[in-house]
């Protein structure tokens, strides 16, 4: 075995290290702290960031890859690049079928021709073959499955409960109530669909008879990585050309103002295509820079973060240029210029932590925006390497069988409920965030 | 028979109750003050009556009878009907009081509509005459930000004016407004008072204000009424100890060169639980009763009524409660001399950004400033006196003129000379440093704790966010971090126009130790002519970016020469002497964008002639420290 690590994940590490950094900076600084307890007051933020967290965890799991060493005494590696998360699913993700399956079935979704028994929907391999031929106990052992991993998610979560004691007793204001009853259920649903994956194909299959479950769980990390990625790159230059435009004035202003107003003024899908085609033909032409499929699809994963950061950082820049026009006016800032007091330490001092909150908020705003931009872009065809399993490439694979009679809406709706979740749980948290951090807000 | 009776009014907002039991009457055509400080509930007061409470505030119990009906037991309906009829409400800032994309003339027309039915241009152009507009017609036809904020209060009268009220409550009318304007306004409410025998029920912090309007006063201290008494016999002996206090700390009350009575600390936040007398621990005569017991009221022959415990009879304002100091020696070093400073701002339009004129904010000023004294630049909002301090101190680079430091020309900042101190307390202090990293800024190696000693605080402040701090105590930071580089002249822009009267006097008296201790020169940027009379040695009086006269502290507050500084000075409320000959000015400060040519306060003045509107008077010397810029110097 030997591991790689893809740009992406080194990235993503680097993010996690700079959150986990940033959280310990945060409970050093006062205003801070008493901001982010408020967060942990508030139930609707557990829970939102318990399922956040969820969504990270098996985006971490995603992101550490390897290669497999391939028998014989050569030292030779598959040249399939796995991560964690495709070990521990590899049940799901080798057990395929021919094609289309429905949630929990027994047979195919299509009819065919079988060996001398006319049309018919045929048995599936691996869907339901331990029942044999007692199709009738079908239901029976859905139940019987199910209410099994219920009970082993209680465990899980009882397990889970008790590991989390030491936390609660840390930290008694904060709302745990709220993060344990959302780990509840997800350690109920986790669970339940855990062990009916075992004899079923819970979300069904698609087309070529991947696993549905499979291709959800793969696509959040990608999700992720586009959430974030992004916002990390387009971040500096935000914040950074804002405040100087704001502080600055003149003939700086004027310069970054021409120039975001010009980025905006080009519609953004077009730029993206624009830009993604010309990276298409790049990474086309120069094959020998990649060793693998997957590295080449990581190439076109960052490249689409790097351009959706290009191109979506003008917002937030215009947002902190606004703001730090204001405060450059405000007294304090004039007593430290009468100090004496450096341009670019008035800048870091004054204002960058006065500006803070707004960055706070539109981070995490914006970050379910950009999972919902990668679900449009890979629809339009413009989005991540088709490849690479996400949640926009699984709804334009879906959208052609939705004209199917009867429709085939299970990849659809498991990529939906999915991202729904993911996005809803962003909001609420961003909302939460925006709550605690607005100065305006009662103390 | 009384038109207003309130009694036991109390208006909770969570456990708290910033109003407390005020119990009043108000007769027709009678002026009753609610005179308190900022946060003591008396604009909570107000709107409880008008039952205009913000969605987190509550009447928890007593009554509002309003000419026999009871408001708090009307419908929203009903009170809607009363609100703008029978009771009219102004408030105090009315650049935001009236709606920006809707002409005046519109406005009061809505206003008439809801309570008299009907409305007719006539009758709009009759309101703003009746208000003293001059022009009404044009006038009501005119955008908000066309007019002036004079202008746009007398426009709110006027809108108050259209129910034909019974009642008129005007919460602190004048706060916002510049001197000669508010004794405008101030002329306007009586005279309207007078015609129409409406009751007023006045709500300011300014004593002086109270004298000249007021028939009986009401003093609000956290939540309660602690002083109700008519105008002569508080004027003569305020009975209540804060009331008293109140007086002495006004700066008009001392002389120069001696301390302020100052009330130690600052008004207790809301919900504060009180036992006993609210004000006890304030009080420099608290009886150990004070403390457990709530003081009962008391009746004084002069109709007085006072809650407190002590029933001495009330003695006259003492002034000055600490020693004379000693007048400091003349000094003739010349720290600081600015020769015909100019600040112009170019106007820009159009496509190509050219300028296509200039705001004259300071116009050719010239200052001189010692070592150990005060020089007051005095002048009303918009006449250059703030941008003169921050040429001077190098913030904003200056058109022409010539600057001179310790005799040496000299350009931009001059950090460890000069040092600032800023009007507003919450905006001068980033609220995302601590105290101790605020006063070191200007040298990270200064002594915190020596600094924080020496303006009033204590060391371990230092380790404090700004939010903790009342705003006395942030402007005793602001200061701090000013010494901490060892200036020698320091600039204040207003430092204490946003805070209360006791609180003023605790840094008035600050200002006035420190320079005695360290001889530091201050150059005092200020609307207020109490403050000026108390703290300066010379003083400069701006007009439209231009000094009109310049004198002895003495020389221009008892013998101005000028007619703008006399009309400044008459304009002043005084609690002494309400009657006083006033010389009132009409009309508004013209633009600096466009000075009126010649003198420019010609078209104010009561004494211009043709050779004023020729050419701008050169300086004439009266004395060898007084001098003014006028053809005719009385």
Redo the contacts between chains.
């Keep these: 075995m030997k591991f790689v690590v893809l740009w992406s994940d080194a990235l993503f590490f680097l993010l996690l290290a700079v959150a986990v950094a940033s959280g310990i900076w945060a409970s050093r600084v006062e205003h801070l702290r008493l901001s982010w307890r408020k967060v942990g007051q508030s139930q609707v933020g557990m829970a939102a960031a318990t399922l956040l967290l969820a969504f990270v965890a098996v985006a971490l799991l995603d992101s550490l890859h390897y290669r497999e060493r391939l028998p014989g005494d050569k030292e030779t590696y598959a040249v399939e690049v796995r991560s964690a998360l495709d070990a521990l699913l590899t049940g799901l993700r080798t057990r395929t079928e021919k094609t289309y399956s429905a949630p929990l079935a027994t047979h195919s979704f299509a009819k065919e021709t079988l060996d001398g028994e006319g049309r018919d929907f045929p048995r599936l391999k691996h869907g339901g073959a331990h029942l044999g031929e007692n199709l009738a106990a079908h239901e029976t052992d859905i139940a019987h499955k199910a209410v099994q991993g219920l009970g082993m998610g209680l465990v899980a979560w009882l397990v889970l409960w008790l590991l989390g004691a030491p936390l609660r007793r840390a930290a008694p204001h904060l709302a745990w109530s709220a993060a344990f009853a959302t780990l509840l259920v997800l350690c109920l649903a986790a669970g339940a669909v855990a062990a009916l994956a075992q004899g079923y194909h819970v979300l069904g299959t698609d087309k070529v008879g991947q696993d549905v479950l499979y291709l959800t769980l793969k696509s959040i990390r990608t999700g992720l990585l586009i959430g974030t990625l992004t916002t990390l790159i387009m971040l500096p230059a935000a914040v950074f050309l804002g405040l100087l435009a704001g502080y600055a004035g003149g003939w700086i202003d004027d310069v970054i103002q021409y120039l975001y107003t010009t980025l905006n003024s080009i519609p953004g899908v077009l730029l993206i295509a624009a830009a993604v085609l010309m990276m298409q033909v790049v990474i086309d032409m120069h094959p020998e820079w990649f060793a693998t499929a997957a590295e080449r699809a990581d190439a076109r994963l960052l490249a689409l973060c790097a351009i959706l950061g290009i191109t979506s950082w003008t917002g937030l820049c215009r947002l902190l240029r606004g703001e730090t026009l204001k405060l450059r006016e405000l007294e304090y800032v004039q007593a430290a210029q009468a100090l004496g007091v450096s341009g670019l330490r008035i800048l870091s001092r004054h204002i960058l932590p006065n500006v803070m909150h707004i960055v706070m908020i539109a981070i995490v705003m914006d970050f379910s925006g950009l999972v919902l931009a990668e679900a449009v872009l890979s629809y339009v065809g413009i989005g991540v390497d088709p490849n690479t399993i996400s949640f926009g490439t699984m709804i334009n694979t879906a959208r052609m069988e939705l004209a199917r009679e009867p429709m085939v809406w299970w990849s659809l709706a498991a990529a939906f409920v999915f991202m729904f979740v993911l996005v809803l749980a962003a909001n609420l948290f961003a909302d939460v965030v925006r709550d605690a951090f607005d100065p305006r807000a009662v103390k | 028979m009384s038109l207003l009776k309130v009694r036991d009014l109390t208006v909770g907002i969570g456990a708290a109750q910033p109003v407390d039991g005020v119990s009043f009457d108000l007769a027709p055509g009678e002026t009753f003050a609610l005179l308190g400080e900022s946060g003591c509930g008396k604009s909570l007061t107000a709107l409880a009556l008008m039952r205009l409470l913000p969605a987190a505030a509550r009447i928890e119990r007593g009554s509002v009878r309003f000419a026999g009906d009871e408001l708090c037991g009307f419908t929203e309906a009903q009170m809607r009907a009363v609100r703008g009829g029978r009771i009219g409400m102004i408030f105090q800032e009315p650049g935001t009081s009236l709606n920006p994309v809707m002409t005046v003339g519109a406005q009061i027309a809505e206003a008439l509509k809801a309570h008299a039915g009907k409305a007719d241009a006539e009758r709009v152009v009759a309101l703003l005459a009746a208000v003293g507009i001059p022009d009404p017609a044009r006038r009501a036809t005119e955008y908000p930000f066309q007019m002036s904020g004079g202008m746009k209060q007398r426009a709110m009268i006027a809108m108050a004016l259209a129910g034909e009220p019974e009642l008129l409550i005007a919460d602190e009318p004048t706060t916002a407004l510049d001197v000669t304007i508010q004794a405008q306004v101030l002329d306007l409410l009586r005279e309207l008072q007078r015609q129409r025998g409406m009751a007023m029920l006045l709500i300011t912090h300014d004593l002086g204000v109270v004298a000249k309007m007021a028939d009986r006063i009401g003093v609000m201290y956290a939540g309660q009424l602690v002083e109700v008494a008519p105008r002569d016999a508080f004027f003569a002996a305020p009975a209540h100890p804060y009331s008293r206090r109140l007086f002495a700390a006004l700066p008009e009350m001392a002389t120069r060169q001696q301390r302020l009575a100052t009330i130690p600390g600052s008004v207790p936040p809301l919900g504060t639980a009180f036992r006993g007398c609210r004000f006890a621990d304030r009080c420099g005569e608290v009886l150990s009763v004070c403390r457990t017991q709530a003081p009962p009221w008391r009746e004084y022959a002069s109709g007085q009524r006072v809650r407190c415990h002590l029933e001495t009879v009330s003695q006259t304002v003492k002034v000055g409660a600490g020693g004379t100091a000693p007048e400091p020696e003349e000094t003739v070093t010349l720290l600081l001399e600015a020769h015909d400073l100019k600040v112009h701002f170019p106007i820009r339009r159009g496509v190509l950004q050219r300028a296509v004129g200039h705001v004259r904010a300071v116009d050719g000023v010239d200052l001189q400033l010692a070592a150990g004294r005060t020089l007051a630049l005095v002048g009303e909002s918009g006449c250059g006196k703030t941008t003169v301090g921050?040429a001077i101190?190098?913030?904003q680079p200056p058109t022409a003129g010539t600057l001179k430091l310790d005799g040496k020309p000299h350009s931009g900042?001059a950090?460890a000379r000069?040092?600032?101190v800023?009007?507003?307390p919450f905006?001068?202090?980033?609220?995302?440093?601590r105290v101790g990293a605020i006063v070191a800024?200007?040298r990270p190696d200064a002594d915190v704790d020596s600094l924080l000693l020496q303006v009033g605080l204590t060391p371990e402040m230092a380790g404090r966010?700004p939010?903790e701090f009342s705003g006395g105590q942030r402007q005793r930071i602001?200061i701090a971090?000013?010494l901490a580089?060892g200036p020698q002249i320091l600039i204040c822009d207003e430092p204490t126009s946003a805070l209360d009267v006791s609180v003023q006097a605790q840094i008035l008296n600050l200002l006035t130790d420190l320079q005695e201790r360290l001889g530091l020169a201050y150059l005092f940027i200020t609307h207020n002519i109490g403050v000026v009379d108390f703290l300066a040695h010379e003083v400069a009086v701006m007009y439209l970016g231009r000094i009109v006269e310049r004198g002895t502290v003495d020389e221009v507050l008892r013998g101005a020469r000028h007619p703008y500084t006399q009309a400044l000075l008459a304009a002043v409320p005084r609690i002494e002497g309400a009657a006083s000959e006033r010389l009132l000015v009409p009309g508004d400060p013209p633009s600096p964008a466009n000075p009126p040519a010649g003198c420019h306060f010609h078209p104010r003045c009561p004494r211009a002639t043709a050779r004023c509107h020729g050419a701008y008077p050169e300086t004439a010397v009266l004395s060898a420290t007084h001098s003014v810029r006028c053809y005719f110097p009385d």
């Design positions: 921050k101190l190098g913030l900042l950090p000069m040092q600032m800023f009007q507003d905006g001068s202090l980033n609220p995302r440093m800024e200007g966010y939010h602001a971090r000013a580089v």
